[in-house]
T-cell receptor, first 111, second 116 residues
Framework: AQSVTQLGSHVSVSEGALVLLRCNYS??????LFWYVQYPNQGLQLLLK??????LVKGINGFEAEFKKSETSFHLTKPSAHMSDAAEYFC?????????FGKGTMLLVSP | DAGVTQSPTHLIKTRGQHVTLRCSPI?????VSWYQQVLGQGPQFIFQ???????GRGNFPDRFSARQFPNYSSELNVNALLLGDSALYLC???????????????FGAGTRLSVL
């Protein structure tokens, strides 16, 4: 069985500030981990993924995430927020079955 | 190259009706998965097909069914619609069994279904 917990349904930052979106997972097998972004009225866009190898994963639009097995975490970060980053972000985990998503975190960016 | 395409984009139905949603995967992709995203929630897995065979099924009632065609496109059918079926239905495709095993999937923009 697998599950994802995203801490905070809404996160607000100022433009230029650090973005940190938290994701903790549970999986009975070595996990594959994903972050997706969803803009209003659109589908999901893959930001980055961890399958094997390096635990620090770089994605598109300046985002990165670090897989920490001991903490069962896969937090998403970006050094400097842009207005265009405002969207909903979903963390997902996959083991031997299909993707299980968290409930999402809405990122709000103020000027 | 075109991404995953879904049709229609929006749909309004009444309770008890039937609906068919369509999905065309990225060219060359052999797997299609369907997800339901209720407002305020993350997507929930409904079905997965690879090479026209069902590879997985989520916890949804038998009113939900799907199939994949020889050209790898797919249909999701929902019978006897309920108000609770109102949601965004997302289709995702994967290129190979290796990608599918890692669940590297590419999503379409979805079909928004409203049941009145």
């Amino acid at each position: 069985a697998q599950s994802v917990t995203q801490l905070g349904s809404h996160v607000s930052v100022s433009e230029g500030a650090l973005v940190l979106l938290r994701c903790n997972y549970s999986s009975s097998v070595p996990p594959y981990l994903f972050w997706y972004v969803q803009y209003p009225n659109q589908g999901l866009q893959l930001l980055l993924k961890y399958t094997t190898g390096a635990t620090l994963v770089k994605g598109i639009n300046g985002f990165e995430a670090e897989f920490k097995k001991s903490e069962t975490s896969f937090h998403l970060t970006k050094p400097s927020a842009h207005m265009s980053d405002a969207a909903e972000y979903f963390c997902a985990v996959s083991g031997y079955s299909t993707l299980t998503f968290g409930k999402g975190t809405m990122l709000l960016v103020s000027p | 190259d075109a991404g995953v395409t879904q049709s229609p984009t929006h749909l309004i139905k009444t309770r008890g009706q039937h609906v068919t949603l369509r999905c065309s995967p990225i060219s060359g992709h052999k797997s299609v998965s369907w997800y339901q995203q209720v407002l305020g929630q993350g997507p929930q897995f409904i079905f997965q097909y690879y090479e026209k065979e069902e590879r997985g099924r989520g916890n949804f009632p038998d009113r939900f069914s799907a199939r994949q065609f020889p050209n790898y496109s797919s249909e999701l059918n929902v019978n006897a619609l309920l108000l609770g079926d109102s949601a965004l239905y997302l289709c995702a495709s994967s290129f190979s069994s290796q990608e599918l095993a890692k669940n590297i999937q590419y999503f379409g923009a979805g079909t928004r279904l409203s049941v009145l």
